[in-house]
């Protein structure tokens, strides 16, 4: 029976939202960290005391000393990636060994999965999605093909030859019958990935099992996402999603922990909103705004260096992700970028067609079509960097929040007014739901 705490992380928007420094700062209250989807095309930045840790595969909470840190079986995994990303943990002093755990049933990217992606990214005639390249989508076609590899198979050296020589012949047909790719060396591939294998092979535990003697035992579990519930395979702005289930029931399936153990689900949105890549954007700004956002917030990719594009909070969308995901409380995030502001646009309805509507539209063709419906806030025109009580905030940001609660029906618990762990702000309520011993604060309401 399970006795433990148990919250899920989410994005509420197209990822980017800045999960890493929350993850990161709410990890203080939970004894495990587990990440429940993607690959190393997520990156979350986390700034502690002005020093940097980009992370990619593993979970943020490794950066508290003393928490156990989950990588899920609903994870796809580069041994290569996650054995530099260990490494250089190790040389910031950090402690990854004895606290860090790998599921043997998360899936494996091989170099085929890389070359085809980035083939049929570049294909003549294909909807650019803007991937990262990095073989997640192949990774998880192979998985629900059947045909994918997993940790656990990585470590047997005879079904892990048999598994490279077998796909390597087949992909290397389709890549160069299809993209006229050369072909990947599978003796090369073999001698690599075996020898890594044994770098992985100390991690690796059924981790399903772990978390679940985790919560019996009275422990808690913060469940962490990647990327944000737009780029939901089922419920994003499909085809320009990613390849794996962002969304809080996400955690579940990644992870195996049943359903009825999940207490709370929390939101991270930005103040404003961002997206990489290609893909619908209501909200988009195509004028010099977007530059000075962008700027502002330093929005670029935290593992590609891409420019995120820029636009305003989208209230129908945050409503939308808050229903999907079943979001009790928000985490509102850069709300600093936006002190300069004399007013601020808000997107408070969608028109498509010249019909007004609070749903979002299912095929990406629609996009197209909507007509934002903006209501305008007065900016506060005063710093907000770095308060940490809700009462020192400005009058009209308090505004400026409460009136997100107030249209998407989810309670503001957190507010991040700049990039280090500090610059935190909890409201009233909210501690005691990630598990801290509540203490007075105002309230939004």
């Known amino acids: 029976m399970k006795k433990g705490n148990t919250t899920i992380i989410v994005g509420a928007q197209w990822g ?18 587990a990440r429940y989807a993607g690959g190393h095309n997520a990156g979350h930045t986390v700034i502690i005391k002005g020093k940097k840790f980009v992370l990619q595969l593993i979970p943020c ?25 260990v490494n250089s943990l190790r040389g910031m002093g950090v402690k990854v060994d004895g606290h ?21 990214e570049n294909a003549p005639g294909r909807v650019k999605i803007g991937t ?12 629900m093909g059947r045909r994918g590899l997993r940790v656990v198979d990585l470590l047997n050296k005879d079904l892990l030859r048999s598994h490279i020589a077998n796909a390597c012949r087949e992909k290397n047909m389709i890549a160069h019958a299809l993209f006229n790719s050369e072909p990947l060396d599978a003796d090369k591939m073999f001698e690599e990935y075996s020898e890594v294998a044994e770098q992985v092979r ?23 996402g ?3 519930t737009m780029l939901d395979i089922d419920h994003g702005t499909y085809p320009f999603v990613t390849s794996s289930s962002a969304t809080s029931g996400g955690a579940v399936i990644g992870t195996g922990v049943a359903p009825t153990a999940i207490d709370t689900v929390i939101g991270v949105t930005k103040a404003y909103c961002t997206r990489v890549g290609g893909g619908p954007f209501p909200t988009e700004i195509h004028d010099e705004m977007g530059d000075i956002l962008r700027k502002r917030g330093n929005e670029f990719g935290a593992v590609t260096g891409r420019p995120r594009r820029c636009g305003w909070v989208d209230l129908p969308l945050l409503r939308y992700s808050a229903m999907i995901n079943g979001i009790s409380w928000w985490v509102v995030t850069k709300m600093d970028i936006l002190d300069e502001l004399a007013e601020i646009p808000v997107c408070v309805a969608y028109k498509i067609n010249g019909k007004k509507t609070s749903e979002i539209p299912a095929d990406s063709g629609s996009y197209d079509k909507i007509e934002c419906v903006y209501e305008k806030m007065p900016g506060w025109m005063t710093s907000t960097e770095g308060i940490t009580e809700f009462d020192q905030l400005p009058a009209k940001a308090q505004s400026y929040l409460k009136f997100m609660e107030k249209e998407t029906g989810a309670k503001v618990g957190m507010v991040s007014t700049g990039p280090d762990r500090d610059q935190t702000m909890f409201v009233e309520g909210f501690k005691a739901v990630v598990g801290q011993a509540d203490k007075k604060h105002a309230s939004p309401k």
């Open 132 to 143: 990262t390249s990095r073989g997640i989508g192949p990774a998880y076609e192979d998985k």
């Open 226 to 228: 990647a990327q944000g």
């Open 61 to 85: 909470g490794v950066l508290r000393e003393g928490r156990k840190s989950v990588i899920g079986n609903g994870v796809v995994l580069d041994p290569f990636a996650f054995m530099k990303e």
């Open 100 to 120: 860090l755990f790998v599921s043997n049933r998360a899936q494996v990217i091989l170099p085929y999965h890389r070359m085809i992606e980035l083939a049929a």
């Open 202 to 224: 100390p991690f690796v535990v059924d981790t399903a099992a772990l978390l679940n003697k985790s919560l019996n035992a009275g422990e808690s579990i913060m469940f962490e």
């Open 16 to 33: 980017d939202e800045g999960k890493g420094k929350i993850v990161d700062v709410l990890s203080e209250n939970y004894d495990v960290v």
